[in-house]
């Protein structure tokens, strides 16, 4: 179950036969379970799934990062070593826009009469400087306590290196407040940098109540609909976590929905011979594009979300706010924009007939042709004619006539969503036309050939549910944990200290799997030259055994070069951090099959807009109609239950054996 900014997903799979069932609803805001138990009727009643005989719920949710945008967390307190209760206001310094004298960072999400100091000091070897009392302890806990605070960031400096002091407080809180929410920062995130680090743990103490709230009522209602089934929440490095950890580690969910997208299309893509991607995943609200190489994609350890930085590991995405419910208006400068506004799910885009009357891009792909009448599988109709009366005052605006209008709103969505690839591909040194362009989520089949042609990409992937994929993805991910920790020494010095923490990793990771079947184990360093100010992720062959310090350095070398275009061998070199990944596999028999309701097999034709050459006559074909080698030439129009494939002029689409569809260009 993926739940979106416009809608739910859910993805059925029986293990036994390999059958598969997908289903889409409307998103609720306000409260996302209520789209997923609703969805679960829905699916029982419409498909026949036993929701009682499920063994395993997995769930992709948007809980955590919408209430870092709303700023909806809790009344949260913060105990720091004394002098540094300023740490979060100060940050690193730095300009939220550098050309922007005037633009502010976001303010703490604590105020500052609730950042509270204790008197201890660990040192940058681990060693205790000024030792904390247990007088200081008690104080600090009753002015908690006094502050009204729901939840508590424990965050003092070196205690990465050593949290003895950490824990002690951790400890007492927990005793003298046993309904507080606590974070300790040694347990959110054991590693240098004391401002992402305070950052991240302050975040995961604001979101500990909303989203433990939101887990216990959620497993609640599971629970009541299928006893015993287990129950796994995505987090943003790729991997399920239990409901509980995802309670006490809320953070690590606040990008879990576009991971969960990426997997999917690792898994789907591989079905295809395809290993060298680039996914286009369009949803209502935004895009989010990710370069996949060699069959895995990049992971990023310290991010901005909602402006605050977080220091955790997460699949390298980019988002642009450009999605099919993204609002054309005109700027300021008297030109036409198109997004970050969008319409959501409520009201939604004009021709969803729910009140909405703003234009989108949805209502010029409606306006279009490009958009069937009906979507979701005939559960929302389109109106055209209300797509044409929102659009109609911007056109008037503009002096423009209303299909040049609808082609410039689409124009200038795809122009952002090509910036957003850009960024990941060109200025990394990478060439899109190497990789094929994988587009999912409910509008990614509509703008995918745009945005190809835009980067010269002749090859287009559509997988089997691109609507869905998210929601697949959520049920191919395996459990999996995050392990780190700093050991800073220099490459040609004494090394046994990274051997130690390596073991004493793989020592923590095997007995988080408990002895379970397929736990795999993954070991990678952070580098730099000695003087840098970031690292750079080394991956080790074996996650549990340091190669020799020759291969060390050439593998630091190699990817310095890739990063940044230049290499110094002669320099000096040293690790930071060690990190673990250990994730336990599930065992799969075969390829999923999905499981489709009967479509009209007439192949039926409509005029729609491709260029402001004119409209053209266009092919619209339902998907299931489509049979393993089959070619079907542009311009056409593929629908489906849960998303529509545009084939412009120039195009042709076969399906493989996989049955993707694979879409090629013919300048």
Known sequence: MDVGGTFTDFYALNSSTQDVLVHKRPSTPDDPSRAILSGLVELAEGSGVDVGAVSQFAHGTTVATNALIERSGGDVAVITTRGFRD?????????PKIYDLKADAPSPVV???KRFEVTERIGPRGEVVTALSDAEIDAVVERVAASGAECCAVCLLFSFLNPAHERRIGAALRKRLPELHVSVSSEVQPEFREYERFSTTVLNAYLQPKV???MARLAAALESRAAGAAIGISQS??????????GQLPI??????PAAGVVGAVAVAGRSGESELITLDIGGTSTDVCLIENGAAAMTYGRDIAE???????????????GGGSIAHIGPDGLLKV???SAGAVPGPACYGRGGTFPTVSDANAYLGRLPAALVGGGMTLDRAVSERAIAPLAARLGLELPETALGIIRICVSNMVRAIRAISVERGYDPRDFTLMPFGGAGGL?????????????????????ILCAEGVAMSDVQESFVATCRVNLDGDLSPIVEVIRSLTDQAKTWGDGAKGLILSTSLDMRYVGQNYELPVQLDESDRLPAVGKLRERFLATHQLKYGHSDPTAAIELVNIRLKARIAQEREGDPQLREAAADGKRMSVTAWFDKSGPVETTVVHRSKLDPGEVLQGPAIVTQFDSTTVVPPRWSARVDDARNIIMEFHP
């Open 87 to 95: 740490l979060l206001e100060i940050g690193r310094q730095v300009r």
């Open 111 to 113: 105020p500052r009469q």
């Open 212 to 214: 433990t709230r939101y």
């Open 237 to 246: 490095a790729g991997g399920l976590m239990a409901i509980d950890r995802a």
């Open 252 to 257: 690590r969910t606040a990008l879990s929905g």
């Open 308 to 322: 605050f930085p977080v220091r955790l590991p997460s699949i390298d995405i980019n988002t642009v706010g450009a």
């Open 339 to 341: 997004g970050p506004e």
């Open 447 to 467: 703008h995918a050939a745009d945005v190809a042609e835009e980067l010269s990409i002749r090859k287009i992937l559509v997988p089997l549910s691109p609507g």
